[in-house]
């Protein structure tokens, strides 16, 4: 082999997003190592007839009752802009999806704000800018595919603990997380500042971040217990918590993990329900 051809076969290992995957899923077992009853798995198929779409996880890792469900991206270059609005403070509060496996009734679940560490902002828009996606594109694609796997896998969890026949109830909280080698920036803006005539920012906030929470309406199936009384309620029940990690700050993150029942209780929701 020549060092021409050496050097052509090593650049495009490295723009792989294979190696990528790889060190994510490395981090996340030495993580998840630490704890009760921990898994890591890759390429873990999935399928939703509904919204006729299917793919494979890339990353699924557990511990616990946490079980996170992994999309790792890796852009040549660019960067991801998460807009920031009403001067947003940062946050501990993620909307997820759960389920809890009873043995002597039916199964329940819904989605509902945890508290998890570390903070971070919250964000309910991005703009990516690469030169691999084409230039400027949204991230709602791969978002809503990421909560429809989620979903599936929540399902076949479910599954796996009724094969088992365990004697007690069992929760799990399922996490999307995405894991990209693109920067993450916060663009915080003020509504009252934006310009009517060209609906532009004169303001030049841009600060880079580690990890951001993204939180919007998405289209992915939703199954919950929960029958919305009210449309804003309906808004509410479709919101989802998407967390947005940087890879080079992977490791930092994962070790200041932890996860909670809401603020205001500090019961997790399968507890009301028994």
């Given amino acids: 082999m020549s060092e021409k051809e050496l050097e052509r076969f090593k650049s495009l290992v490295n723009a792989s997003a294979y ?23 890759h390429d873990r198929p999935w399928k939703e007839e509904t919204l006729k779409k299917e793919g494979f996880i890339d990353i699924v890792a557990g511990y616990g009752i946490v079980r996170f469900v992994v999309e790792c991206k890796h852009p040549r270059s660019g960067g991801w802009i998460f807009l920031i609005h009403d001067n947003k403070q940062e946050t501990q509060r ?20 945890f508290e998890i560490e570390p903070k971070s902002l919250e964000s309910d828009a991005c703009i990516i800018d690469s030169e691999s996606d084409n230039g400027r594109t949204q991230i709602g694609h791969t978002a809503d595919n990421l909560l429809a796997s989620a979903e599936h896998f929540a399902m076949e969890e479910l599954l796996f603990l009724h094969n088992k026949q365990w004697k007690l109830s069992w929760p799990l909280v399922f996490i999307p997380v995405i894991v990209t080698t693109a920067h993450l920036y916060a663009c915080v803006v003020d509504r009252r500042k934006i310009s009517l005539t060209n609906a532009a920012v004169s303001e030049d906030n841009f600060q880079s971040v580690p990890m951001i929470r993204y939180r919007r309406n998405f289209s992915a199936k939703l199954i919950s217990d929960h029958k919305p009384q009210s449309v804003a309620e309906a808004i ?5 918590s998407i967390i947005v990690m940087n890879t080079s700050h992977l490791s930092e993150l994962l070790s200041q993990w932890n996860l909670r029942g809401p603020s205001f209780s500090g019961r997790f929701p399968w507890d009301s329900t028994q």
Wanted: net charge negative; charged share 40%; hydrophobic share 25%.
């Fill in 94 to 113: 993620t909307r997820c999806h759960w389920v809890s496996y009873r043995n002597s009734s039916e199964d329940i679940s819904g989605f509902d704000d």
């Fill in 236 to 240: 509410k029940n479709r919101e989802r």
């Fill in 19 to 41: 190696l990528q995957r790889l060190a994510v899923e490395e981090e996340f077992r030495k993580f998840c190592s630490q704890r009760e009853m921990e898994y890591v798995t």
